[in-house]
């Protein structure tokens, strides 16, 4: 027979179950090979590239120090790819995402730079999987 009572009380452990998946799927996550941009995640190379997409396609708005100081405070802890996403989504400010992914990654590079982030040996990808893996640090 139809009883409505058992689908109502099985629903909060089917909740608290999903939420303990998500936990664990989160803790997982985070033990999975994280970075974060204090461990060399761009090439020296790559920022000069960004250097020269910030002159050409910044530069007439932003002097290089705007993204200097204060500027990633906000963003600790933050994955790449979310900076990468509001850059891409906004800037420049008279063309949105009129540039080449490598050329936003290459960009992200040499705000690291600036921010006196170490390079590695190895460049920044620009694939959203990559940066969503590496946390960003101020110092
Ligand atoms: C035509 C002028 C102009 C150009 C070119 C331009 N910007 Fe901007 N940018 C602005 C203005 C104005 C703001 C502040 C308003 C805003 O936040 O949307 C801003 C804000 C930003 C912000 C902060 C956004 C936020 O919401 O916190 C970032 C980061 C940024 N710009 C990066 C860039 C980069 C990188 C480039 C080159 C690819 C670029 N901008 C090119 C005018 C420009």
């Known amino acids: 027979m139809f009883d ?18 998500a936990l664990l799927s989160a803790t997982a996550w985070a033990d999975d090979g994280t970075r974060s941009t204090a461990e060399g995640v761009y090439s020296s ?10 002159e050409e396609y910044c530069a007439k708005c932003h ?10 405070i906000s963003w600790r802890n933050q994955p790449v790819s979310g900076l990468y996403d509001l850059i891409k989504l906004k ?16 960009l ?20 959203h999987d990559a940066m969503e893996q590496i946390l960003i640090a101020d110092e």
């Open 4 to 21: 409505p009572k058992v689908g109502a009380a099985s629903r909060p452990r089917f909740i608290i179950t999903a939420m303990a998946a």
């Open 45 to 54: 190379e790559q920022a000069q590239q960004g250097l020269e997409v910030h």
């Open 91 to 106: 800037m420049p400010e008279d063309r949105p995402g009129a540039l080449k992914p490598k050329e936003y990654a290459a």
């Open 108 to 127: 992200l590079a040499y705000i690291f730079e600036l921010n006196d982030l170490p390079a590695g040996d190895e460049k920044l990808s620009h694939k």
């Open 63 to 72: 002097h290089y120090s705007y993204f200097q100081g204060g500027f990633l």
